[in-house]
């Protein structure tokens, strides 16, 4: 019980209590049923919660990810049971989603927002891959027959919607942009317009309007500090890793390292 406080109170200064209790729970659960439990789908900093609540089970536990496809930005946190010896029976299930592309441009934003539309909530559904004419989705698999009787509409697009096997899943093809440059400082504003090719002052636009996230996070501000490590994500524009703060320049500026995944 004192480890269980001791992270409640660790995530709620960040308002993250919620989520950690809930996977407290399913770990507990875990050890209890000596067999495995599984979460809702995490975003990237709900599952380091995971890896977090993980690391104080001593090897008690195993935690996986299951979000349909290797390097999923989105997945459902497994907890093992380091005694059981069974298989995990997958809980996910793949759809794909077809519009006629000589009428309709969809964007990731219309199909989350139609789904969203649908009651569905967040936590079901994992990552939506963008494919030209079509999209793949990863959903809870209690959701999949929901979606394919209700979804026939994205904005003003007609849609087909078929289950695909999860080996059908085409991962998006990763894209790395290497940025090596100097900066006046570590501000938030200063990295994420080095890293998105954007100015200062716009950045701290978007900053202001909440399309900037740290390590999945909202940002508390643009004079928040970057450190090593850190992921910046920003809506619409991938997201940037600093990779390496190298240093002081002979002039006082700030050498760093940073990646762009588009």
């Known amino acids: 019980m004192a480890e269980r406080?001791?992270?409640?109170?660790y995530?709620?200064?960040?308002g993250d209590e919620a989520i950690a209790a809930q996977l407290l729970d399913l770990a507990e659960n875990t050890l209890r049923s000596r067999k495995y439990k599984i979460s809702d789908f995490l975003d990237p900093?709900?599952?380091?919660?995971?890896e977090t609540i993980i690391?104080?089970?001593?090897?008690?536990?195993?935690l996986q990810a299951l979000g349909g496809y290797e390097d999923a930005e989105r997945n459902k946190a497994v907890f093992i049971s380091n005694d059981y010896l069974g298989k995990v029976d997958s809980p996910i299930a793949?759809?794909?989603?077809?519009?006629?592309?000589?009428?309709?441009?969809?964007?990731?934003?219309?199909?989350l927002g139609a789904l969203i539309g649908l009651g569905i909530k967040r936590e079901v559904f994992g990552d939506i891959l963008m494919q030209g004419e079509q999209c793949q989705i990863i959903v809870d698999r209690?959701?999949?027959?929901?979606?394919l009787e209700n979804l026939s509409d994205v904005g003003s697009a007609k849609v087909s919607v078929a289950e695909i096997a999860l080996t059908d899943i085409v991962a998006p093809e990763k894209k790395v942009k290497e940025i090596k440059t100097t900066v006046a400082s570590l501000r938030l504003d200063v990295i994420a317009a080095a890293g998105f090719g954007v100015s200062r002052s716009r950045m701290a636009d978007e900053i202001a309007a909440d399309k900037i996230k740290v390590n999945w996070q909202s940002a508390k501000n643009s004079a928040q500090t970057v450190k090593q490590g850190d992921v910046l994500s920003m809506r619409g524009r991938g997201r940037v890793e600093v990779c390496e703060i190298?240093?002081?320049?002979?002039?006082?500026r700030t050498s760093i390292f940073l990646k762009r995944f588009i």
């Open 142 to 147: 209690t959701l999949a027959a929901f979606v």
């Open 11 to 14: 995530y709620r200064a960040s």
């Open 246 to 252: 190298i240093g002081q320049t002979k002039k006082g």
């Open 5 to 9: 406080e001791k992270i409640l109170r």
């Open 55 to 62: 690391a104080h089970y001593d090897g008690r536990l195993v």
């Open 94 to 111: 793949a759809l794909q989603i077809s519009w006629d592309g000589r009428y309709d441009h969809l964007s990731h934003r219309d199909v």
């Open 45 to 50: 900093y709900g599952f380091t919660i995971a």
